[in-house]
C-alpha cells in the first residue's frame, strides 16, 4: 500500500470521527466539566463557580444516591441473570427445526422491538391495582384482595424487573442463537452415535461452544440494564418511598426537577464510569478465558 492510498483511506475516516466526536465524545467531555461546578438552574444570579470535587464529595455521604445504587446493582443482577437464563431455554427452542418455527422466531423479538416507553406504559396497566390484568389471573373477581404492584415498595421493583425481563430477554435469546447455528451438527451426531444423551450433549457441547456467545450477551445486557431510566420513569416515577429510584432516575430528578445541574452531571459521569470499567472488565478478565476455552 503506497502512501498516497494510506492517506486517501484515513480521510476517508474523517467523516465517521468527526460525527462520533460531535455526538460522543463532546457530551461526555462537557458533563465532566458541568460535574465540576456549582450550577443551579433557575438561579442564574449564583452564577456558576468551579467547585472541583465537591459534587462528587456530597455525591459519596449522600444517602439516597447510596441507596439508589443498591437498587440499580439488585436491578442489573436480577435481570441480567434471568433474561440470560430465559434466552438460553429461547434459543434452544427456536434453534430446532418444527412447523411454525418462523412465526415463532418472530413473535419472540416482538417484545424486544417494543420502544421501552410503550412496554413500559403496557406493564404499569398490567399491574393497576383497580382493573389490572395481573390481579385479576391471581385474584379473579374477588377485588378486594388486589394487590396495589406498583405502589408498595415490596413489590414495585419486583415488577419494574419483571417488565425488563420480559422485553429483552428476547435479545438475550438472539445473541446465543447466533452461537448456536455456528456449531456444527456433526458433533452431535457422533456424540449421539456415542451413546450421549440430551443433557450430556448440551454439556459438553453445546454450553462450551456458546459461551462467548453468552459473553456477549451478558456484556451487552449488564450495561443496558445499568442505564435503565425509561422503565423506571414511565411506571413509578421512582417510587414508592425511593424503591425503584435507580441511578440514572436519580440523576435527572437532581438535574431537571431540583435543578442541581451540576450535582446530576456529577451522578452521570459516575455511572459512565461504572459501566467503562465494567465493560472493560468483562472483555479483559472474562472474556479472554471464555474464548480461550472455546477453541
Not at 4 to 28: C, E, H, R, S
Not at 48 to 64: A, I
Not at 232 to 237: D, L
Request: include cysteine.
Amino acid at each position: 500500500m503506497t502512501r498516497k492510498d494510506q492517506n486517501f483511506y484515513l480521510g476517508l475516516l474523517v467523516p465517521a470521527t468527526a460525527v462520533l466526536l460531535l455526538f460522543i465524545a463532546a457530551p461526555i467531555v462537557h458533563s465532566i466539566f458541568l460535574s465540576f461546578h456549582r450550577i443551579i438552574i433557575g438561579l442564574p444570579q449564583l452564577k456558576t463557580p468551579f467547585v472541583g470535587l465537591d459534587n462528587y464529595r456530597e455525591l459519596l455521604n449522600d444517602p439516597v444516591a447510596r441507596h439508589s445504587f443498591w437498587i440499580t446493582i439488585i436491578f442489573v443482577g436480577t435481570t441480567t441473570f434471568f433474561e440470560l437464563l430465559i434466552g438460553i431455554l429461547l434459543a434452544l427452542l427456536i434453534h430446532h427445526s418444527f412447523p411454525g418455527r418462523g412465526a415463532l422466531r418472530a413473535c419472540v423479538l416482538i417484545p424486544w422491538a417494543i420502544p421501552t416507553v410503550v412496554s413500559a406504559q403496557m406493564w404499569r396497566f398490567l399491574f393497576n391495582d383497580a382493573y389490572g390484568v395481573i390481579n385479576y389471573v391471581i385474584f379473579g373477581a374477588n377485588t378486594s384482595q388486589y394487590i396495589p404492584w406498583l405502589a408498595l415498595p415490596s413489590t414495585a421493583l419486583l415488577s419494574i424487573v419483571a417488565a425488563d425481563i420480559w422485553k429483552t430477554s428476547s435479545f438475550a435469546a438472539l445473541l446465543i442463537l447466533a452461537g448456536l447455528q455456528v456449531i456444527p451438527e456433526e458433533l452431535y451426531q457422533a456424540a449421539k452415535v456415542d451413546g450421549a444423551v440430551v443433557w450430556q450433549r448440551f454439556l459438553h457441547i453445546t454450553w462450551p461452544l456458546i459461551r462467548p456467545a453468552l459473553l456477549v450477551a451478558l456484556l451487552f445486557r449488564t450495561i443496558d440494564a445499568f442505564r435503565v431510566f425509561d422503565l423506571a420513569f414511565v411506571m413509578t416515577q421512582g417510587g414508592p418511598a425511593d424503591a425503584t429510584n435507580v441511578l440514572q432516575l436519580y440523576g435527572y430528578k437532581k438535574m431537571f426537577v431540583e435543578g442541581w445541574m451540576g450535582y446530576g452531571s456529577a451522578i452521570s459521569v459516575c455511572i459512565f464510569i461504572m459501566v467503562m470499567v465494567l465493560a472493560i472488565a468483562y472483555v479483559r478478565m472474562v472474556g479472554r478465558r471464555l474464548l480461550e476455552a472455546s477453541v
